[in-house]
């Protein structure tokens, strides 16, 4: 059939690639042209079969997935990529998605879901995990907030008196708190606003408009 859509299937675990194929296999819309077992082989695969869909694996030997998904975003850029996988923690998920993963899909998922996946990503819709897609709304959040916003009352307060050039034991005795608390939260402010000395801190909040009401 003609209007079948081309899948390969990459995963280094032979139950699970062979499980997901034999499903995908029952699908009439679906035409499985390939498999591998390895990053490198995969995208070998790929570029080989040019499908029209593929579902990736991330953890692998001899090539991970990302790599994977790199090599062939470069030289195939219309092939959509499904990353399946058990991992969702931060160090997998945004490096796969920046590599150009179309979806991001976890093994929990049921065989219906990811054939559904595969179906909608031939049309050119995405699915991400709702796990996923969490993490990425709250990457995206912290990414428009301001490092100062993430302060305290109080450590705005000391951010103030760092300004204005007060020594710790000068804002010890303006705000009425101890010497070694005055020192926390000027570890605290420096951490948050990444800044390396007091200095810096000093000039990052004249930049940014801080004392404008004081």
């Known amino acids: 059939m003609s209007n079948q859509i081309r899948v390969v299937v990459v995963d ?7 499980g997901v194929i034999a499903y995908l296999m029952t699908e009439e819309e679906l035409d499985i042209v ?10 070998k695969l790929v570029l ?14 001899n090539g991970n997935g990302i790599e994977a998904t790199e090599q062939i975003m470069k030289e195939l850029p219309t092939c959509k990529i499904i990353i399946l996988t058990s991992y969702y923690d931060d160090e997998k998920v945004f490096p796969a998605l920046e590599a150009g993963a179309f979806s991001y899909m976890l093994k929990t998922s049921s065989a ?15 699915y991400i995990e709702p796990k996923v897609a969490n993490k990425m709304m709250t990457r995206f959040r912290s ?3 301001k490092p100062h ?11 103030m008196c760092i300004g204005d050039g007060l020594t710790n034991q000068e804002i010890s005795d303006k705000l009425y708190i101890g010497i070694k608390t005055v020192k926390t939260h000027v ?5 948050k606003l990444a800044v390396q000395d007091r200095t810096q801190a000093a000039v990052y909040a004249h930049k940014n408009g801080l004392f404008k009401k004081g």
């Open 187 to 191: 570890s605290n402010i420096l951490s």
């Open 12 to 18: 280094d675990h032979d139950v699970v690639r062979k």
């Open 143 to 145: 990414q428009e907030r």
């Open 34 to 43: 390939g498999e591998a077992s390895s990053g490198h082989q995969g995208a």
């Open 149 to 159: 916003e993430e302060l305290t009352g109080r450590e705005l307060e000391v951010l």
């Open 48 to 61: 080989e079969e040019k499908p029209d869909v593929v579902l990736m694996d991330l953890i692998m030997e």
């Open 112 to 126: 219906d879901q990811i054939a559904d996946a595969i179906k909608k990503a031939a049309k050119g819709e995405t």
